[in-house]
């Protein structure tokens, strides 16, 4: 069985200070996210379980489950996880 581990714990601060402090010349745009920083925070929605269990026996065992609720296309998800893999934004671990 395996887990994602997030690895961009500070960097979602960041974020969420910029788009949503209202003190911020960015409040509440969050259309300004590049995508990296989507990827971030899509990525701390999963370790969150925002979406489904973060465990699971395979990476498209685990899109199967998050396109289940978040209703992104099975591709889309698979290519983000990659991503986000590659980015090292998430790293798998086993339990």
Do not use: Q
Not at 13 to 22: G, L, T, V
Not at 29 to 53: K, T
Not at 71 to 93: A, C, H, P, Q
Request: proline share 0%; glycine share 2%.
């Amino acid at each position: 069985m395996l887990k994602f581990e997030f690895l961009k714990k500070s960097e979602v601060e960041k974020i969420n200070n910029r788009f949503s402090n209202e003190d911020s010349i960015d409040f509440d745009n969050w259309n300004l996210m590049s995508e990296e920083e989507i990827l971030i925070m899509d990525a701390a929605m999963f370790v969150d379980e925002a979406y489904c269990d973060n465990k699971f026996n395979s990476i498209k065992e685990f899109a199967n489950n998050v396109v289940e609720e978040e209703g992104d296309s099975f591709e889309s998800t698979v290519d983000r996880i990659n991503k986000m893999l590659n980015k090292n934004i998430l790293k798998t671990v086993n339990l």
